[in-house]
């Protein structure tokens, strides 16, 4: 594992870690769902990343519809 | 109450903390960072719609701060789409990839703060840019098939 990929992992779950604070118990369920699939021993499967991909999709299509 | 319980932020911190001995692979582990990120962009996006309607107490988005709020939330969700992608089609993904997903989500994160508080941070033109960059061929082909389609 080459220093770009070490900086990409630890960037992503600080960027988790620091929505916690800014947002509150809103956001808790969704970085609850993160750090369990963190816990995981083989990283979250393809039908998690599916799930959230699909969550993401909706809200970009809501906020272009805004 | 708006405060997020410190222990559970310990606790995230401590299930986060412990990452490296997790997903044993470099392409399970930068799976998880999309994931993660994936989740972020969830949290911030979600309640942007209702925003944007006016529905938030003392925040009024001009149509300008609109357009450059949509302008960088299809950014982030174009390279999520394309790290999507390749996931599910069995493909590596690359650090780069993710740590450009990283940064333009942290621009549009930025931004969004900004322009909730009536400012219009740079963060947003850099996206906006990134945008207009990453994808000039791209979305010039796809523009004139829309108009042509029209």
Known sequence: MDVTEIGAIASAASAVLALIEKYGPEAWVTIKEAVETTKSTTGPTLAEIEAIYARCKADNAAIQAS | ?150
């Open chain 2, 1 to 150: 109450m708006t405060k997020c319980k410190p222990h559970a932020r310990y606790a995230a911190l401590a299930a986060l903390a412990s990452l490296a001995a997790c997903a044993s692979s470099g392409q399970g582990k930068l799976k998880q960072s999309v994931y993660d990120i994936d989740s972020a962009y969830h949290v911030v996006a979600e309640p942007m719609p209702d925003v944007m309607a006016g529905k938030l107490p003392g925040v009024t988005l001009t149509n300008a701060e609109k357009t450059l709020v949509k302008s960088a939330s299809q950014t982030v969700f174009n390279e999520i789409t394309s790290l999507e992608a390749s996931i599910e089609g069995g493909k590596s993904i690359t650090a780069t990839a993710v740590s450009a997903l990283e940064t333009d989500f942290a621009s549009f994160e930025t931004c969004w703060t900004g322009v909730k508080a009536g400012q219009q941070p740079s963060a947003c033109a850099d996206i906006a840019t990134t945008a207009t960059t990453t994808n000039a061929t791209t979305t010039t082909t796809t523009t004139t098939t829309t108009i042509a389609g029209n």
